[in-house]
């Protein structure tokens, strides 16, 4: 079946710090590949989402590029905020459109 | 962009009640809804999708008579936990999929969650 890692936390960074956050998945075919955050007490947000390999998706200053070859999605940001607190899920959706979700990382930037 | 709304945001009952929590996307149609549970420190996990005007499909585990799912219009899908007890506290989450969709992706959208605590 379909399976999604990401790379254990808590991160913790200070202000203005680089992100990396590693995903790497497990699908048969293609999959779609999406990062959803999620802030304390909230919902998931979609943050961003890449459909075909090779593409890179980005908002709010974050990216991602889909990686057929390495079967990765690494969400990375050049410089944190502490308002980017929150966390980190990547996801894929595969077959009969069910989403996959990984275990998340929880990302603390500090002043 | 689209909105998906819970109804409670959290609520707290008493063990052997049933508790209802109600799913809407509010300016879009979803013919399907899905069900999520996640527990502290842990990732999302599928519970059951949602057709309008069928029966839900559930996911290996879910018990389908305490975990009710009605899904009577295309802009609400109601979750019912029977029976509730404490193991059945958690952040219940549901989002909903687009009728139509571009070039063949439909878009989830969340909804912001639903605590429950079972005393």
């Known amino acids: 079946g379909n399976s999604v890692t990401q790379m254990e936390g808590p991160v913790t960074l200070s202000e203005e710090a680089f992100l990396t956050i590693n995903c790497t998945y497990t699908a048969t075919g293609y999959p779609s590949l999406f990062w959803y955050v999620q802030y304390p007490g909230e919902g998931l947000q979609l943050l961003l989402k890449a459909t075909k390999a090779d593409d890179k998706g980005s908002n709010k200053g974050f990216e991602a590029t889909y990686r057929k070859e390495t079967t990765s999605f690494h969400l990375e940001k050049g410089s944190v905020q502490v308002s980017d607190s929150a966390v980190y899920f990547c996801a894929l959706k595969g077959g009969y459109q069910k989403v996959t979700f990984g275990t998340g990382t929880k990302l603390q930037v500090i002043p | 962009g689209a909105v998906v709304s819970q109804h409670p945001s959290w609520v707290i009952c008493k063990s052997g009640t049933s508790v209802k929590i109600e799913c809407r996307s509010l300016?879009?149609?979803?013919?399907?809804m899905f069900w999520y549970r996640q527990f502290p420190k842990q990732s999302l996990m599928l519970m059951a999708t949602?057709?309008?005007?069928?029966?839900?499909?559930?996911e290996q585990g879910v018990e389908k008579d305490k975990f009710l799912i009605n899904h009577a219009s295309l802009t609400l899908s109601t979750l019912t936990v029977t029976s509730a007890h404490p193991e059945d506290s958690s952040f219940y989450i549901c989002s909903a999929r687009e009728i139509a969709g571009t070039g063949g992706f439909y878009e989830q959208y969340f909804g912001p969650g639903t605590r429950l605590t079972v005393t």
């Open positions: 300016d879009f149609q979803a013919t399907t």
């Open positions: 949602s057709n309008e005007g069928s029966k839900a499909t559930y």
